[in-house]
C-alpha cells in the first residue's frame, strides 16, 4: 500500500496540477497521509528552481492548515478518528500517560514533530486531544514546517540534482541530530 501511495504522489509530481497536488498532499499529510510533501516538493523544485520557495512556501501553509485539521480531529473526533489513526501509526498504546504531561512539553513535541521524520499528524492530533494552546500550537507548526520545507528548498535551489540523492535518504537524520544537539544546549544553559 505504502509502495503504491509513493508512485502515485510521484505522479502527481509530473502533473499540470503538481502545485495543487502538493498543498492537497501537505494538508492531508499533516493530519492522516503517510506520504510526506517532500516527496512531491523534490521533483517540483528540480524541474522548478526559480519557484524553489514559492514551493516551500505552499508545503508550509497547507501544512500548518492541516495541522489545524489533526488539532480539530484531537480536540472534537478523537474516539471516532482520531484513536484509529493513532492505532493505524502504533501510538495509540502511549497516549494516555503521554497526555498526562504533554501540554507542558507541547510546543516541543510540535516542533520536533514538525522537522524530524516523526509522524507530524501524531503529534496535531495530541495536541488537540490534550487541548494544548491552539496559538502556541499553530506558531510551533509554522516555525517548524517552514523550517523543514525552506532548508529542502534552499538546498535544491542551491544544489539541485547533486542533493536529491542526500535530502531524500539522510535529511531526516541530520534534523533528528539537529534537534537533540538544540534540545541538549537548551537543557546545559538550563542547568549549568
Request: proline letters at 5%; glycine letters at 8%.
Amino acid at each position: 500500500m505504502i509502495t503504491r501511495l509513493y508512485q502515485w504522489t510521484l505522479r502527481l509530481a509530473q502533473s499540470p496540477n503538481a502545485l495543487w497536488a502538493l498543498a492537497i498532499v501537505a494538508f492531508i499529510e499533516s493530519s492522516v497521509f503517510p506520504i510526506p510533501p517532500d516527496i512531491l516538493m523534490i521533483p517540483l523544485i528540480i524541474a522548478r528552481p526559480r519557484e524553489a520557495f514559492k514551493i516551500a512556501g505552499i508545503a508550509t501553509v497547507a501544512s500548518v492548515l492541516g495541522g489545524m485539521l489533526g488539532y480539530w480531529i484531537g480536540f472534537g473526533a478523537f474516539e471516532t478518528i482520531g484513536r484509529p489513526v493513532l492505532e493505524f501509526y502504533g501510538k495509540d498504546a502511549y497516549f494516555d500517560e503521554f497526555a498526562v504531561t504533554y501540554n507542558e512539553y507541547g510546543a516541543w513535541a510540535v516542533l520536533i514533530a514538525g522537522v524530524t521524520p516523526f509522524p507530524y499528524k501524531v503529534i496535531t492530533i495530541l495536541s488537540g486531544t490534550t487541548h494544548l494552546s491552539l496559538p502556541v500550537f499553530v506558531a510551533a507548526s509554522i516555525f517548524a514546517r517552514s523550517l523543514r520545507f525552506f532548508i529542502v528548498a534552499t538546498l535544491l535551489w542551491k544544489f539541485g540534482e547533486l542533493i536529491r540523492v542526500f535530502i531524500e535518504r539522510r535529511l531526516g537524520l541530520i534534523f533528528t541530530l539537529l534537534i537533540v544537539i538544540f534540545i541538549g544546549g537548551f537543557y546545559a544553559v538550563k542547568f549549568i
